[in-house]
Structure formats: structure tokens, C-alpha cells
Nanobody, 125 residues
Framework: QVQLVESGGGSVQGGDSLRLSCIAS???????MAWFRQVPGKEREGLAA???????VYASSVQGRFTISKDIAKNTIYLQMTDLKPEDTAMYYC????????????????????WGQGTQVTVSS
């Protein structure tokens, strides 16, 4: 019954910006949420996640360029991406869990049982 739906991907030029959205439904509790991305043939990479009682956590590869945010009333999280680079090209996924995660667990793929279908981001030079 849990469902995560991403949107907002597309094809852009280097230096452009995009905002991804993920609408969550069916959770019994307020979920912990995160954004991941994956390139074919490579492992899924954690990008950004909410720390339960602190600030968001970011991967070094996107620190300073990507920002995760949420709208509780709309059950939606966002990933604002700026200064996009060709190496950002990937399928982007929204992930969630109804369990509280420790800071060290926020970027671990295995800690998230629920995933969206993905939205493709393609950045050309």
C-alpha cells in the first residue's frame, strides 16, 4: 500500500537546474526519506537524506549543489539540483522507511524498503 512517485526529471544542459519531487502515501508513520541515483552497470548512490533531529546529510559529490527539502502537509520531498554536470546523468530514486534511522544509516540503500519508480536526469555538456 506504500507508494512513492517521483517526477521532475528531464534533459538539460550543463549548469542548468532541476527540481525533483516525490509524493509519499500509505505510510503508517511519518517516514524517513532520501534520494539516491544509479547509472546502468554501477551501484546505487545515496545523495541526500533527512537526519531525524538535525540537518540533512549529503554525499560529497553533490554537497553545495543539491538541496533536499520537504512539505509535510503535501507528503512530498524535493531535491533541488543546481549547476548540473554531465556526471549527474542517472536515474534518480526516492526512498522511504517508516522506521527512524540513525545518522550513520541515512545513506544506506539497504535501510530503505520502499522505492519509487525513478525519474531520468540527463545532462549534456
Amino acid at each position: 500500500q506504500v507508494q512513492l512517485v517521483e517526477s521532475g526529471g528531464g534533459s538539460v544542459q550543463g549548469g542548468d537546474s532541476l527540481r525533483l519531487s516525490c509524493i509519499a502515501s500509505g505510510f503508517r508513520r511519518t517516514p524517513s526519506m532520501a534520494w539516491f541515483r544509479q547509472v546502468p552497470g554501477k551501484e546505487r548512490e545515496g545523495l541526500a537524506a533527512f537526519e531525524q533531529f538535525g540537518t540533512p546529510v549529503y554525499a560529497s559529490s553533490v554537497q553545495g549543489r543539491f538541496t533536499i527539502s520537504k512539505d509535510i502537509a503535501k507528503n512530498t520531498i524535493y531535491l533541488q539540483m543546481t549547476d548540473l554536470k554531465p556526471e549527474d546523468t542517472a536515474m534518480y530514486y526516492c526512498a522511504g522507511t517508516d522506521l527512524n534511522l540513525k545518522r550513520a544509516e541515512l545513506m544506506l540503500e539497504a535501510r530503505y524498503p520502499y522505492w519509487g519508480q525513478g525519474t531520468q536526469v540527463t545532462v549534456s555538456s
